[in-house]
């Protein structure tokens, strides 16, 4: 067995650095639209629910998921990826976790891996096909509304990267 790799690097979630993968889910910096004879402000589009395939015209749904904290380091295990939409994590208490993601490509490779420190906050809509991590949740037992497709169709490959011997330092 090779010798552990360094650890991953934490980057900030910023909108730009993130544009490769998908959308940050953030009020910062927008104009709002004052709605509802001026007793609420709009916020949209925060970002796109991509839907592809052949039942397409199911749509989207939204669900909560529950995610326990972790401890770092961590070592990363395992990458998944939703081929046939997007896939959104919107944090419903303020709170950090990190989003690991590792591009479109066919195959997740080890140089693609990035790691964001998501705050506040912040969430994030993960483009159709992009390889990510599950959840990881990093203060307290956290709530994330997600938005996905609704389609039954095979919309889910996992792939093992535990050889690669990838971890995130604290």
Same mark, same amino acid.
């Given at each position: 067995?090779?010798? !552990?790799?360094?650890? *991953?690097?934490?980057? +900030? /979630?910023?909108?730009?650095?993130?544009? +490769?993968?998908?959308? $940050?889910?953030?009020?910062?910096?927008?104009? +709002? #639209?004052?709605?509802?004879g001026g007793t609420a402000a709009r916020y949209s589009p925060l970002a796109q629910v991509e $839907?592809?395939?052949?039942?397409?015209g199911r749509g989207a749904v939204l669900g909560i998921y529950r995610a326990q904290p972790r401890r770092l380091p961590l070592p990363l295990l395992e990458l998944e990826r939703h081929p %046939?939409?997007? #896939?959104?994590? =919107?944090?419903? #208490?303020?709170?950090?976790? *990190?989003?690991?993601?590792?591009?479109?490509?066919?195959? +997740?490779?080890?140089?693609?891996?990035? =790691?964001?420190?998501?705050?506040?906050?912040?969430? =994030?809509?993960?483009?159709?096909? $992009?390889?990510?991590?599950? /959840? %990881?949740? /990093?203060?307290? &037992?956290?709530?994330?509304?997600? $938005? &996905?497709?609704?389609?039954?169709?095979?919309?889910?490959? %996992?792939? !093992?990267?535990?050889?690669? &011997? /990838?971890?995130?330092?604290?």
């Amino acid at each position: 067995m090779s010798a !552990a790799r360094p650890g *991953l690097v934490i980057e +900030p /979630l910023t909108r730009a650095a993130f544009a +490769p993968y998908g959308e $940050v889910v953030d009020t910062s910096g927008m104009v +709002p #639209q004052a709605i509802n004879g001026g007793t609420a402000a709009r916020y949209s589009p925060l970002a796109q629910v991509e $839907v592809v395939g052949d039942d397409a015209g199911r749509g989207a749904v939204l669900g909560i998921y529950r995610a326990q904290p972790r401890r770092l380091p961590l070592p990363l295990l395992e990458l998944e990826r939703h081929p %046939l939409g997007s #896939q959104a994590f =919107v944090p419903l #208490q303020p709170g950090r976790y *990190l989003v690991v993601v590792s591009g479109n490509a066919a195959e +997740p490779t080890p140089s693609d891996v990035r =790691v964001f420190l998501a705050v506040g906050q912040q969430g =994030v809509s993960l483009r159709a096909g $992009v390889w990510h991590h599950a /959840l %990881l949740a /990093l203060d307290r &037992e956290s709530d994330f509304l997600v $938005v &996905e497709r609704a389609s039954a169709a095979a919309n889910l490959e %996992l792939r !093992a990267i535990s050889a690669w &011997e /990838l971890s995130i330092d604290g």
